[in-house]
């Protein structure tokens, strides 16, 4: 039985009319739900329902709106483990791994519940005589999110609880790949009180997404995918006069310096470049190997990939890495570990031709490092997002800055090492957004924005802390001057 994957629209789960697109369990390999291919007129009863909710949802105080999700991120807790199991079924990655990405998620609605601090205001009294300025933010009216598959749970929390407490309405296209998890967390934010047609959910591919980014009554466009794709949307919304914040693709460097610990950096390196089976965003995807450390760190990060086991994750036994999304993207992730080896890559660890006997079927890749990586090569431009880390070495700290400066993309670099002044000059001069000094995976918290740069970003303002705040308000700035008291003033005589 095929699990339901219905729209949600004013405040009914409405049963999808159109066919649509297999959700598969990546760790077997069946067909678990079906995302319905919505249309125009879905999109329209969408951005219709959140317009007129959107007056009244504006008037409801700030307070109120937050106490919503209060009882939001209380549900969430309390079920949790049921979404991890969700998020895992419909995704492939690890009960440990989909644990960190409804934990992400939580931690996006309790910095949504501290926003009305944030909304506050300025003033600054007599700008001239008798005259005072305020600023003073408000919603921006329908907003719409459309995401990716790799993280279920924690992308559309990185987007609406901010939008909302904000007062803005809302409409989600979570990714066809993944739609069930975010169908589930909207049904906690359905119970913990949000008033109908506050969001929205919609489902489809390109039709949908083109009818939101051209809706006249959307306000803002906040995506989350693949670079092409992170550009036509920015271009497209922002054509049409919208606020629009894209994160896109990424590759993402690991400086390993010879100084550098090397049970710690080992550790550092697995996780970041095999954690999610690659597919994240802030995969550490390239190890840039500094001299020495080819002698004392590779070594160990090669045997140590030799030994992640591969496996379903629906499951209490874990392996400690789960399948590939699709049929499809294991085989493009295949094929370019082929176009690397062509190339001229040495592969010390191959995890093309992993067995997985209990799970014959699911989409697996085992861990891969391809070695001897060079710029001009496939591999080291495109982003692969699979479980395979490229190896490049180079002679000194320079190089490697350069070396990882020449990228398109900007979402993440780190180093590790045991010298303050390398990391120093490291977090100083490399051309990305979010840095991290012996961390594997600098990803930012929620208070913080989650930061890409170049190509791994196309806007002004990012998703998460402040900024999520400012990109989902706009600012009113009112001058004021009193020239009597009035004739209801009892207590003052006009001077
Ligand atoms: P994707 O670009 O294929 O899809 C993302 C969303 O766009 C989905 O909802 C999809 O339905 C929609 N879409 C797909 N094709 C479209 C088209 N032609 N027109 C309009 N909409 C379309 O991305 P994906 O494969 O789901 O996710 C993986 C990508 O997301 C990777 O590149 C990864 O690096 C990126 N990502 C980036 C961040 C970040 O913050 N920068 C975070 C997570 C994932």
């Not at 105080?61 to 949790?80: K, Q």
């Not at 006069?241 to 610990?261: H, T, W, Y």
């Not at 010390?348 to 391809?370: C, Q, W, Y």
Request: one cysteine or more; a neutral charge.
């Amino acid at each position: 039985m095929l699990e339901p994957c219905p729209l949600f629209i004013n405040g009914e789960w409405i049963a999808p009319k159109l066919p649509g697109t297999p959700v598969f369990n990546p760790s077997i390999g069946e067909v678990i739900a079906e995302c319905p291919a919505g249309g125009i007129s879905e999109v329209n009863a969408a951005v219709e329902a959140a317009a007129a909710a959107f007056p009244a949802w504006m008037e409801t105080p700030p307070v109120e709106r937050a106490r919503v999700l209060f009882r939001f991120r209380t549900l969430l807790e309390e079920n949790f483990e049921d979404l991890v199991r969700c998020n895992t079924r419909e995704h492939g990655k690890t009960l440990a791994e989909s644990r960190g990405d409804v934990k992400r998620g939580i931690e996006m609605v309790e910095f949504a519940c501290g926003v009305p601090s944030l909304l506050m205001g300025e003033v600054l009294e007599n700008v001239a005589r008798g005259i005072d300025c305020e600023a003073i933010r408000q919603p921006l009216g329908v907003c719409a999110g459309i995401t990716p598959f790799n993280f279920p749970a924690m992308v559309p929390l990185w987007m609406y609880p901010i939008a909302l407490v904000c007062g803005n309405t809302f409409v989600l296209k979570p990714s066809e790949k993944v739609p069930l998890t975010a169908i589930k967390i909207v049904r906690l934010l359905e119970k913990a009180g949000l008033p109908k047609g506050v969001l929205n959910i919609v489902h489809g591919g390109r039709e949908v997404v083109d009818g939101l980014l051209t809706h006249p009554k959307v306000r803002a466009i906040s995506f989350v995918g693949s670079t092409p794709i992170a550009k036509h949307i920015y271009e497209v919304g922002t054509k049409h006069g919208k606020r629009v914040q894209c994160g896109g693709g990424a590759k993402n460097f690991v400086l390993l310096m010879p100084d550098a610990d090397v049970q710690n950096s080992t550790r550092g390196v697995i996780e970041a470049a095999f954690g999610c089976a690659g597919e994240r965003c802030m995969a550490g995807s390239t190890a840039v190997v500094l001299g020495e450390a080819e002698k004392t760190v590779l070594p160990t990060l090669i045997e140590a990939t030799r030994k992640i086991r591969v496996g379903p994750t629906d499951r209490e036994a874990q392996p400690d890495m789960g399948a590939l999304i699709t049929k499809q993207h294991r085989e493009h992730v295949l094929e370019l570990i082929e176009t690397g080896v062509k190339e001229g890559a040495k592969i010390p660890a191959d995890g093309r031709g992993v067995k997985v006997s209990e799970a014959p079927n699911g989409f697996f890749v085992g861990a891969t490092i391809l070695d001897h990586v060079r710029n001009t090569m496939t591999v080291a431009r495109e982003e692969i997002f699979g479980p395979v880390l490229n190896v490049m070495r180079v002679k000194d700290l320079d190089a490697a800055i350069e070396l990882a400066n020449r990228s398109n993309y900007g979402n993440g670099a780190s180093i590790f090492t045991r010298s303050g002044k390398a990391a120093r000059e490291f977090k100083h001069r490399i051309n990305c957004g979010m840095v991290g000094i012996n961390i594997g995976v600098p990803a930012s918290m929620a208070w913080f924005a989650f930061n890409g740069w170049n190509d791994s970003f196309f806007g002004d303002l990012h998703m998460q802390g402040r900024e999520g705040v400012q990109f989902f308000t706009q600012q009113k700035v009112t001058t004021s001057r009193w020239f009597s008291y009035g004739e209801g003033d009892i207590w003052h005589k006009e001077k």
